[in-house]
């Protein structure tokens, strides 16, 4: 359970029912299509047969001048310098880079910076240390459009410069021999969304003029890095992710076999989603933790033997990650049981001495499913605080940090993920101005959505709906798997499964079925025999021994008698009285509980020994007897006066009551005298 808002698409059925027709096509995929936005038969035809075409790479800006620069460096000679990064994207650029270089007959070296060490992009070190091999040209991947006094400085040393990435230019461009990058606003290029492995791609496609060609080369690590990098999997960026999953799936490429053995996954089919989850950590762990100079050399082996070395050495940074990721979660947690009001901020700012900075973007990336908010997390070490955002859609946490630009040594990004650094002196300070931002900016903050299709009835789920889903593949980013909504479902049994899962049977019209809850367990669920709720859910295709069954896997659920938009308001007008804005007479008033209001909600939990679960739960609980603005300013007066403790998780909480000691005045808390 949680504080998303769910949505539903705009689903017109006459529309449909004409493009089922039209294409012939099951009734049921023309729904999702339509869903989604796809009503013209050419284009829905396209999607399905994986026919998207590929934009002209000539229509880059300056496409002529960097393959003609690559092409005279080759034909005199010259080694060739490749740099790329040291996220999956990057690695999977470099290599492909480097692999069409090599087979071209180019003399070519190739850099990766440690993300420790070095930090993101070029460096003047770093161009020193490429001079020194001897290279005249320098090809960049996956970075380098905001390397403005860097390329200037490359070109002082003899050093030309040909730039390729997909992030944002900031202004003036460097001075190169070409830049190639599709946010340029001189780019024609008719798609825009590529990774930084899709723009080095196309560079790949204009020397080669035969696209086919290059896909049957290098698909896989296009694919990979698009992935790994959440690009739109729509239009050509589907296409590369199609042809890449079968190239992957053929086990063309030694290094992406020996990785998929050792995460386990050797015999079977590599889809979007598997990708990230199993070959994507593994490369992104080798930057992360030590040198991703291994991922690198692993998608360049050659040899069984040193594919197998060089997964396993990848598979034990992923090891390491995890657990330095688990640990720093734990003390990210344990800040905020002390120190609750931080959950109230509009913008989550934390910070911790000597932080793995290669994992707070992971961690910040949870405190925002936990919480709702956009989230921060700095690494303070040796007086400089460096760290990673991630936000919610319809929040730019790209513009909100740009408005401290003063303050920070550098930062770059998006608007959902954010890298920044600054004096650790100024992180309180870059606390409050960011939130200060987002007050001005946002009077209401955008929260996190949980986006459906449409909605279906228990007797609507078959395998022949499984087979409609598939053939939506790739799903991810821009294209996500199709999810439902299963309304009014009447609870008939809740188990728990294994450690932290739980299998609910739901019925409604006579109808049973089976649903999962992964990473819940019932206590966490609180549901009862009787409950009617609502479901978000995806389905998944079963198979055992033969026969194929329909898994319903639950993505979130809520009491059927919630209303979604009251809660959302409360805990947003909450937050703001927590975090000390001004609040309107009325404001105060709707806040404002009355003594029954407490008394209800202690007599509640006296009858139940407390409460731990979702807020959800507890406001289903009180929904009679207490609104729902009053029901958070009751716990905190109850907790202000001594009767209870607190431990706010923000999509659940835990409260135990505490040994009373006399009468409480609960009318002399602080927040009372607040809001009175």
Same mark, same amino acid.
């Given at each position: ?25 099951? /009734? ?23 026919? +998207? +075409? ?31 990064? $040291? ?22 070296? $190739? ?20 001079? +020194? ?51 340029? +606003? ?68 030694? !290094? ?7 995460? /386990? ?86 910070? &911790? ?110 395998? !022949? ?12 980013? /821009? ?30 019209? /006579? ?14 669920? &609180? ?127 835990? @409260? ?18 607040? @809001?009175?």
């Amino acid at each position: 359970m949680s504080f998303r808002r769910w949505t539903f698409a705009p689903l017109d059925k006459q529309a449909a029912a004409e493009l089922a027709s039209a294409v012939e096509i099951d /009734g049921f995929l023309a729904l999702l299509l339509s869903a989604r936005g796809i009503t013209a038969p050419e284009e829905a035809q396209a999607l399905l047969n994986g026919e +998207e +075409e590929f934009a002209d790479p000539f229509a880059f800006a300056d496409m002529d001048a960097a393959a003609e620069c690559i092409q005279e460096a080759i034909d005199r000679g010259e080694t060739i310098a490749v740099f790329g990064d $040291y996220d999956a994207d990057g690695v999977t650029a470099t290599a492909l880079m480097v692999t069409y270089l090599r087979e071209k007959g180019a003399n070519v070296v $190739y850099r990766v910076p440690r993300r420790e060490d070095e930090g993101y992009g070029l460096h003047a070190t770093t161009i020193d240390e490429i001079v +020194e091999t001897g290279a005249t040209l320098l090809v960049t991947v996956d970075n380098g459009i905001s390397a403005v006094e860097e390329v200037a400085y490359a070109n002082s040393r003899g050093l030309r410069v040909v730039v390729t990435d997909h992030h944002q230019p900031q202004g003036v461009l460097p001075d190169a021999a070409a830049v190639l990058d599709p946010h340029r +606003e001189d780019c024609e290029s008719a798609f825009k969304m590529y990774a930084g492995v899709g723009v080095a791609f196309k560079l790949v496609c204009a020397m080669e003029g035969d696209e086919e060609w290059a896909l049957e080369r290098y698909a896989d690590l296009v694919a990979l890095g698009t992935l790994a990098d959440v690009m739109p999997l729509t239009g050509e960026n589907r296409r590369l992710v199609t042809e890449g999953l079968k190239m992957i799936n053929r086990g063309g490429r030694k !290094g992406l076999t020996a990785l998929a053995r050792e995460a /386990g996954a050797a015999d079977r089919r590599q889809t979007a989603g598997s990708a990230v989850f199993t070959l994507a950590p593994r490369i992104n762990a080798a930057g992360r933790m030590g040198d991703p100079d291994l991922a690198v050399r692993l998608l360049l082996s050659e040899t069984d033997e040193e594919a197998a070395e060089l997964a396993a050495a990848l598979a034990a940074f992923n090891v390491e990650r995890q657990k330095k990721e688990s640990d720093i979660l734990a003390e990210v947690m344990a800040y905020v049981d002390t120190h609750p009001e931080v959950m109230a901020q509009r913008v989550i700012v934390l910070s &911790g001495q000597d932080w793995y900075s290669g994992v707070v973007g992971i961690i910040a990336a949870r405190v925002l499913e936990r919480y709702g908010k956009p989230c921060i997390l700095l690494s303070v070490s040796d007086g400089y605080a460096k760290g990673s955002g991630r936000s919610v859609p319809g929040f730019s946490l790209f513009d909100a940090i740009a408005s401290c630009e003063d303050m920070l040594l550098n930062y770059g990004g998006h608007q959902l993920a954010a890298g920044l650094g600054m004096d650790a002196s100024r992180v309180d300070e870059f606390r409050r101005r960011i939130n200060d931002y987002a007050a001005t900016q946002y009077p209401d903050m955008p929260v996190p959505t949980l986006e459906m299709d449409f909605r279906l009835v228990p007797a609507q789920i078959d395998v !022949g709906k499984l087979d409609a889903i598939e053939q939506l593949e790739p799903c991810g980013a /821009g294209n996500p798997a199709p999810q439902f909504g299963l309304f009014n479902m009447r609870v008939e049994s809740v188990t728990a499964v294994a450690v932290k899962h739980t299998r609910l049977t739901l019925s409604r019209d /006579g109808v049973s079925i089976t649903a999962m809850r992964f990473g819940a367990t019932p206590a966490m669920l &609180g549901l009862s025999v009787g409950d009617t709720v609502h479901l978000a859910v995806t389905l998944d295709r079963n198979e055992f021994r033969g026969t194929v069954s329909v898994s319903v896997i639950i993505k979130d659920l809520r009491f059927a008698d919630t209303v979604q938009e009251e809660l959302i308001a409360a805990k947003q007008l909450y937050d703001r009285l927590i975090c000390g804005e001004e609040l309107s007479a009325a404001e105060r008033e709707r806040l404002c509980p009355v003594r029954e209001h407490m008394a209800v909600l202690y007599r509640l939990l006296k009858a139940q020994d407390g409460f731990d679960g979702a807020w959800e739960r507890l406001y289903h609980l009180t929904k009679a007897d207490i609104p729902a603005d009053k029901l958070r300013p009751a716990v905190e007066v109850l907790r202000q006066a001594q009767l209870v403790t607190v431990c706010d998780r923000g999509d659940s909480t835990a @409260l135990t009551l505490c040994p009373v000691n006399g009468k409480q005045d609960l009318m002399k808390t602080p927040l009372m005298k607040v @809001l009175h």
